[in-house]
């Protein structure tokens, strides 16, 4: 069965600082990973998602994600971060044919001005 | 504009009276889902469908229905909902199921 981790509830950095927030993923055939962003009372938004190809994804809101796969991560990553990045991020993955899509369980970003 | 639109926004319900949430797509979109959040778990997926009449169990699917008769609609459907079914439940479309997904507002569901 697939899995997904995202080891850290909570992260917070200061704004304009680099953010990262972390996601590894299982083994199973070839994986297909998505970030979604979710504000507070809204649906899931979708960020960006990595299916085959470059290693380095970039997405939106100036989000990018780097796919490693040795080390089975996908961490989305910013270079500076805005008080309005402040908001619940999942990471999901998907395999190949499988129809099923499973999500972690969420990490709290918050952006400290 | 391109949607997806659940609805109700909030419920509360008794134990096992029956209700149907409505979820329905203004895309074209193939696959459609439903998934269910809690605190500490994430989403979970419910059920999903690749295509009209065509639908499938996804993690956490006991004391759910769904069905497919129309590739736009796609109904969440708690014949006989309990306490532990209290959660925020959103519904999903994509074109296919590798692709982006749209989210609908959610719904939260209280069964008291």
């Known amino acids: 069965a697939q899995s997904v981790a995202q080891p850290e509830d909570q992260v917070n950095v200061a704004e304009g600082n680099p953010l990262t927030v972390k996601c590894t993923y299982s083994?199973?055939?070839?994986?297909?990973l998505f970030w979604y962003v979710q504000y507070p009372n809204r649906g899931l938004q979708f960020l960006l998602k990595?299916?085959?190809?470059?290693?380095l994804v970039k997405g939106s809101y100036g989000f990018e994600a780097e796919f490693n796969k040795s080390q089975t991560s996908f961490h989305l990553k910013k270079p500076s971060a805005l008080v309005s990045d402040s908001a619940l991020y999942f990471c999901?993955?998907?395999?190949?044919?499988?129809?099923?899509?499973?999500f972690g369980s969420g990490t709290q970003l918050t952006v400290l001005p | 504009e391109a949607q997806v639109t659940q609805n109700p926004r909030y419920l509360i319900t008794v134990t096992g009276k029956k209700l149907t949430v409505t979820c329905s797509q203004n895309m074209n979109h193939e696959y459609m889902s439903w998934y269910r959040q809690d605190p500490g778990l994430g989403l979970r997926q419910i059920y999903y469908?690749?295509?009209?009449?065509?639908?499938d169990k996804g993690d956490v699917p006991e004391g759910y229905k769904v069905s497919r008769k129309e590739k736009r609609n796609f109904p969440l459907i708690l014949e006989s909902p309990s306490p532990n079914q209290t959660s925020l439940y959103f519904c999903?479309?994509?074109?296919?199921?590798?692709?982006?997904?749209?989210f609908g507002q959610g719904t939260r569901l209280t069964v008291v």
């Open positions: 469908s690749m295509n009209v009449e065509v639908t």
């Open positions: 083994v199973s055939g070839n994986p297909y």
């Open positions: 990595y299916i085959t190809g470059d290693n």
């Open positions: 999901a993955q998907g395999v190949g044919s499988a129809r099923q899509l499973t």
């Open positions: 999903a479309s994509s074109l296919f199921s590798n692709t982006e997904a749209f």
